[in-house]
Structure formats: C-alpha cells, structure tokens
C-alpha cells in the first residue's frame, strides 16, 4: 500500500514506484512463463506484444495480485476494470525504442481517468532501456501534439516532440525484478533502444476506474484518424467492485 506522502507524489509527478514488490519465487515463474509464451506464439513481437489476454488469460491471475490491485485501488478507486496488457520486452540486441507519447492519445476511455502498472521480469535500467517520464507532465490533464511516425525501429506510431512541454526533467525509471510501477495515461514518457545484450522484459496491465465507458466506437474511429491499433474489441475484465458506469460489455474471467 501507498501512504498518504506516496498518494501526493503520484498526484504530483503522474508517476509512482511501489514501495512492495513481488517475491524471488513469483519472478522467476513469471520469467519462464514469459519465455514459455513467446516460445508459443513467435509471431508477435516481444518489444510490444499487445492483448496479452487474448493468447493467455492466465495472466488476469497476476493482473489481480493484491500488491497490486490494492494499490491501484488507492489511485483510481475501488471499482476497477482491467481492460489491457502488454508485454514490453525488449530484445537484448535491437530492442526497439519507445517514443515520447502520452498513453491517452489512442485509448477511448471517457472519462480518461486510468493508469497504467509497469511489472519488471528482468532489470530495467538506464542501459537496457528502461521507460523515461517527464514527472508532472499529466497534471494539465491535455494532449501534447503528437505526429504519425511508421518507423521499423520504434514500437508506437504516435510520437511528440518534447520541446512543446514547458518542463521537460527526465526520470529514469529503473526497476529491479519483481517492481512495478503505476503511471497515468496522460503523463509523458518513452524509453530508448536497447542494444545491451541484456533483455528488458516487463508486462503492463491496464485500470480504469468502473464509472468510465470504454467506447468502442471511438476506438474504431481513431484506427482510422490517427492509424493506431485496433482496440474496439478489448476485453474487459472486472477485476474489483462493481461496473458503476453501467455501459460496459464485460467479460467473465
């Protein structure tokens, strides 16, 4: 759990490290799991492999760890709807740069209020990539102009230019397997390429409080708009509480 100094700074700076973490033994089953998941679907890249739910939904189990609910509880509410996951594990050799971006830009989420729990499987620090934030970034709660980048050596297509900002402090956010950290979908971050012959693996699992509406048809709209992917047909779980906005399709676990 946070403390009340820990709910401030998540407020403040739009990011936050968990004071716990998940145990020796958790981790290294989550390393072979990962490992044993790529193994089994090597068509997807692992520098951004999207719905991680869709191939395996055994991972929900790790989504409603309690170190971690709990603490998202405390910075979106009771009522939570896990309605992504990602794995972020960038190749040693290769690995894929992240570009600046703001989470918000491309999700269909009314009202935007949702966070995102970054999980590390292997070290993430400065040399193998580990994600960058601008802290207070989000606390304008707008958008940053962002432009359409399709280049083979990032994992996102939507990039800004931080020189718009009127800050721009970077945080290393560097994380020792088994830490995990909460960010929210309108702060600014990204992460370099990693060439450190060290993998940085992670998984990334998505909140939204239950009284937002996840709006599919917005999401299609902005396929076409923006030429994001696709998330219309996300499933979305209902991982604590009850679904208080009431427009909400969701699914059981």
């Known amino acids: 759990m946070l403390t009340q100094a820990q709910i401030r ?69 009771d009522n939570i709807i896990c309605w992504g996951s990602a794995f972020f594990a960038k190749k040693g050799i290769g690995g894929k740069a992240t570009p600046w971006h703001q989470d918000g ?46 280049s083979d050596e990032t994992v996102l297509n939507q990039a800004m230019d931080l020189t718009e900002l009127p800050h721009s402090e970077i945080r290393n956010v560097v994380l020792e397997p088994g830490m995990f950290s909460f960010h929210d979908a309108f702060m600014v971050h990204g992460a370099d390429a990693n060439n450190s012959g060290k993998q940085r693996g992670g998984i990334t699992f998505r909140f939204m409080p239950a009284s937002c509406h996840f709006n599919r048809e917005k ?15 996300r499933e979305l779980f209902l991982l604590r509480g009850a679904d208080i906005c009431g427009l909400n399709d969701l699914c059981e676990d």
């Open 9 to 77: 700074t998540y407020e403040e700076d739009g990011q936050i490290t968990a004071p716990v973490g998940l145990d020796k033994q958790t981790v290294a089953k989550l390393k072979l799991k990962m490992e044993s998941f790529f193994a089994n679907h090597p068509h997807l890249d692992q520098d951004y492999a999207y719905d991680v739910f869709k191939y395996d939904k055994s991972w929900l189990d790790l989504a409603k760890c309690p170190e971690i609910l709990d603490i998202a509880a405390q910075l979106i509410g």
């Open 105 to 150: 830009q491309y999700w269909p989420i009314e009202p935007l209020e949702t966070c995102t729990v970054w999980i590390a499987i292997d070290h993430a620090n400065e040399e193998n990539g580990c994600m960058k934030v601008i802290p207070g970034s989000h606390k304008e709660r707008k958008y940053y102009s962002h432009h359409r980048d399709d």
């Open 219 to 233: 999401a299609q709209k902005m396929v076409k708009e923006l030429g994001v992917v696709d998330i219309s047909k």
